[in-house]
T-cell receptor
Framework: NAGVTQTPKFRILKIGQSMTLQCTQD?????MYWYRQDPGMGLKLIYY???????DKGEVPNGYNVSRSTTEDFPLRLELAAPSQTSVYFCASRPTSGIAYNEQFFGPGTRLTVL | RKEVEQDPGPFNVPEGATVAFNCTYSNSASQSFFWYRQDCRKEPKLLMS???SGNEDGRFTAQLNRASQYISLLIRDSKLSDSATYLCVVNMVRGSTLGRLYFGRGTQLTVWP
């Protein structure tokens, strides 16, 4: 299993541009999450999904959108990039049963800079 | 008040030292507790879950005090490879919201030779 994969690894955007951060997991997890981590800070939840077709806002959803059309994919969309969105973005997934229940598995992150 | 608070450090200790990290959480209805480890410029990875009775995994011991809403992580015989940021994580269920993880800012540990 590849686990959770994210693309791209790095990106520089200009103010006002848009982009989609991709996230895919091959563990058949129903729960998926998007976090952002600013320097020296903890992870903040942006959006999450409990299954295909179901998404909900986290703590810091403004400026972002998500969709979940399949179990595997959970893309995060930035419509009008702003410097405040400069951060490291982590996607994670979680099983809903089994020994690893409650453990979140993270992707390697996308480092985004908005100039 | 933040949901999860921990001392950011940094903690700088020599190899072989014992070091302890503390964490407090605000919601008494919190259900599950974890320590994650995050290496520089990498993703967080689960180090260990924390159980009410306390639990040990090799050189690492985690303890939970529900009455005081306090979690601790003890590392004995520190190794250079233990250098990382340690994240205190709490799973909270609020209303109809399914459990979400709330992360502390992390405590940075550097072990020197």
């Amino acid at each position: 299993n590849a686990g959770v994969t994210q693309t791209p690894k790095f990106r520089i955007l200009k103010i006002g541009q848009s982009m989609t951060l991709q996230c895919t997991q091959d563990m058949n997890h129903n729960y998926m999450y998007w976090y952002r981590q600013d320097p020296g800070m903890g992870l903040k939840l942006i959006y999450y999904s409990v299954g295909a077709g179901i998404t909900d806002k986290g703590e810091v959803p403004n400026g972002y959108n998500v969709s979940r059309s399949t179990t595997e994919d959970f893309p995060l969309r930035l419509e009008l990039a702003a410097p405040s969105q400069t951060s490291v973005y982590f996607c994670a997934s979680r099983p809903t049963s089994g020994i690893a229940y409650n453990e979140q598995f993270f992707g390697p992150g996308t480092r985004l800079t908005v100039l | 008040r933040k949901e999860v608070e921990q001392d950011p450090g940094p903690f700088n200790v020599p190899e072989g030292a014992t070091v302890a990290f503390n964490c407090t959480y605000s919601n008494s209805a919190s259900q599950s507790f974890f320590w994650y480890r995050q290496d520089c410029r990498k993703e967080p990875k689960l180090l260990m879950s924390v159980y009410s009775s306390g639990n040990e995994d090799g050189r690492f011991t985690a303890q939970l005090n529900r009455a005081s809403q306090y979690i601790s992580l003890l590392i004995r015989d520190s190794k250079l490879s233990d250098s990382a940021t340690y994240l205190c994580v709490v799973n909270m269920v609020r209303g109809s919201t399914l459990g979400r993880l709330y992360f502390g800012r992390g405590t940075q540990l550097t072990v020197w030779p």
